[in-house]
T-cell receptor, first 111, second 116 residues
Framework: RKEVEQDPGPFNVPEGATVAFNCTYS??????FFWYRQDCRKEPKLLMS???SGNEDGRFTAQLNRASQYISLLIRDSKLSDSATYLC????????????FGGGTRVLVKP | EPEVTQTPSHQVTQMGQEVILRCVPI?????FYWYRQILGQKVEFLVS????????KSEIFDDQFSVERPDGSNFTLKIRSTKLEDSAMYFC??????????????FGPGTRLTVL
């Protein structure tokens, strides 16, 4: 089983709509969770860390469900500039601080 | 805002040649990393480096790879004898290691390595 799994998409989203997608991770002994954003042929950029209580940053909301071993990202009022690949990233305990990436979920926001 | 820089942005080399990819991490950061991303695939961890030594490496990071921090600012990845399958985007990342958000790694823009 892959360590971090994501639906590759693409999620085609009308501008202004809400989109949400999940990421599952295989190891219950996981330490930290993040969502990164990657534009085509660019570096991953931190979007937000994901905390146990869930957290919100503007139009973005992240949730963590440790019991079911998944995290989610919700984007409200989608903008054209939100079009990107969203990478789920996990730091597993006893794995140092290396980041383990999912394959990414591609989101395309259309006018 | 401080950022990680990498040079060159694109490197083309012949199979069997040595390449050195360069990174300048954020100045007060203590932990340094190399990742790679083959076109169309996920980002993969290669190696982490702290206190002038490798702290962890992946199976990909075999004897053909080495890392070095030759001075107080640069962090390099050397591939001794490149193979076709080494063609990928190589990302350097750094992490503060102390203070708030110590888990957060910041990525450089990457070096696209093409092995012919």
């Amino acid at each position: 089983r892959k360590e971090v799994e994501q639906d590759p998409g693409p999620f085609n989203v009308p501008e202004g709509a809400t989109v949400a997608f999940n990421c599952t991770y295989s190891n219950s002994a996981s330490q930290s969770f993040f969502w990164y954003r990657q534009d085509c042929r660019k570096e991953p950029k931190l979007l937000m860390s994901v905390y146990s209580s869930g957290n919100e940053d503007g139009r973005f909301t992240a949730q963590l469900n440790r019991a079911s071993q998944y995290i989610s990202l919700l984007i409200r009022d989608s903008k054209l500039s939100d079009s990107a690949t969203y990478l789920c990233v996990v730091i597993f305990k006893a794995a140092g601080n290396k980041l383990t990436f999912g394959g990414g979920t591609r989101v395309l926001v259309k006018p | 805002e401080p950022e990680v820089t990498q040079t060159p942005s694109h490197q083309v080399t012949q199979m069997g040649q040595e390449v050195i990819l360069r990174c300048v991490p954020i100045s007060n950061h203590l932990y340094f990393y190399w990742y790679r991303q083959i076109l169309g695939q996920k980002v993969e961890f290669l190696v982490s480096f702290y206190n002038n030594e490798i702290s962890e490496k992946s199976e990909i990071f075999d004897d053909q790879f080495s890392v070095e921090r030759p001075d107080g600012s640069n962090f390099t990845l050397k591939i001794r004898s490149t193979k076709l399958e080494d063609s990928a985007m190589y990302f350097c990342a750094s992490r503060a290691g102390t203070g708030k958000g110590t888990d957060t790694q910041y990525f450089g823009p990457g070096t696209r390595l093409t092995v012919l």
